[in-house]
């Protein structure tokens, strides 16, 4: 369970600082604040480090980063993309480990993007049988998702993700100051994933209400509430359901969509939290159609006011690909397609639907 503000005190500057245990009996201590606690936040996880960043953000934040150094050695900048997502990387990452010298008691300190904390933290899981980590996420998108619940992973030529493991952070550090330099669509592609923590956690839709714009144009004082209100739901819900057991699957709330309008699209037009905003909008239909709960009103007019700047029309052969996908759902029973839907906001509900069901969500979505 997550121990608010329990354990270690506050660092300094610290906006957030909580423990999350998990049933596997790792915890994660998650903090939002300035990537200069880095090292007060390592201590006590081992002897040498092994610190790896996207190499793009070394010029766009290379003085913060290379004051780490001293901490923690050298910078090991890794060119990350999509489609170095590969088992190939995670290798690549285990030699320079070793040519680091890093033993068992050593660590990994990972600092980027979703691509590069997925990649680095399997390597962790992998390396001399496993080595703690710590999670640095520097997009708004793996700050509120990504960062936290342990997911690792690269991507096969079947799909995404299909080679991981879990393998819990000891500590994710947020800083809301990293995001300033993100391009304003990366800002709206993560606040798709705040609107959606929002929808499962009504305690959260006010302040979200309030702040996506102000958050969207990147001020920290409109980011790091959302980032903390999002890890907080993130954090009740992994902590409680580690391996997707149960609850866990409401976070994937708009993904059904979203990943069918991605393999649509070959994941070029959107951006992923462009899918999922997309994806909440067909979601909402069906919740509002098949369940009669409330609230849906409230629900989309939020998901609406996310912005998704490529044209949402799909030709026939996008459409025809996005609804094979969504057909062919991994999740699918009996030809009827998992979805999570919404009963009210805070209350989601797994239903198998009809493919005409997945029909009317893709319009819905894409409308
Ligand atoms: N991104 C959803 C999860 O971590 O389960």
Redesign the pocket.
């Known amino acids: 369970m997550p121990t608010p503000e329990a354990g270690p005190a506050v660092p300094r500057a610290a906006s957030a600082d909580f423990l999350v245990d998990f049933p596997s009996g790792a915890r994660t201590r998650v903090v939002v604040g300035p990537l200069s606690l880095l090292p007060e936040l390592s201590q006590g996880l081992g002897v040498r480090a092994g610190l790896l960043c996207d190499a793009r953000l070394v010029a766009l934040h290379g003085p913060a980063l290379r004051a780490l150094q001293p901490a923690f050695g050298d910078l090991l900048a890794r060119p990350v993309s999509e489609d170095r997502k590969q088992l190939v990387e995670v290798e690549a990452i285990c030699e320079v480990l070793s040519a680091r010298g890093l033993g068992r008691d050593g660590f990994v300190v990972a600092i980027g993007g979703g691509v590069l904390t997925d990649l680095a933290g399997l390597a962790a899981a992998l390396y001399l049988r496993g080595v703690p980590w710590i999670s640095v996420p520097s997009t708004l998108l793996a700050q509120v998702?990504?960062g936290l619940?342990g997911?690792t992973g690269a991507n096969l030529r079947a799909g995404k993700n299909l080679v991981g493991a879990f393998h819990q952070p000891r500590v994710v550090l947020c800083d809301p100051s990293l995001l300033a330099t993100l391009p304003g669509r990366e800002r709206w592609s993560g606040l798709a994933e705040v609107v959606k923590c929002a929808l499962l956690e009504p305690a959260m839709l006010d302040v979200c209400e309030a702040l996506l714009d102000r958050a969207a144009a990147g001020e920290p004082d409109a980011l790091a509430p959302l980032i903390e209100a999002s890890l907080r739901h993130k954090a009740r819900v992994?902590s409680a359901d580690e391996r997707?057991g149960g609850a866990?699957a409401y976070?994937?709330l708009g993904h059904t969509v979203g990943h069918a309008l991605e393999t649509a699209t070959g994941y070029e037009r959107f951006t992923h939290g462009e899918a999922v905003a997309l994806g909440l909008r067909g979601a909402l239909e069906l919740s509002r159609s098949l369940l009669s709960g409330s609230d849906h009103a409230r629900a989309l007019r939020l998901v609406q006011r996310l912005r998704v700047q490529p044209s949402t029309r799909l030709d026939p052969a996008e459409r025809e690909r996005a609804l094979q996908a969504l057909t062919r759902d991994k999740k699918a029973k009996d030809g009827r397609i998992r979805f999570v839907l919404l009963r009210a906001l805070g209350a989601p509900e797994l239903a198998y639907v009809s493919p005409a069901d997945c029909i009317r969500a893709l319009d819905a979505a894409v409308s």
């Open positions: 998702d990504a619940g997911k992994v997707e866990r976070l994937n």
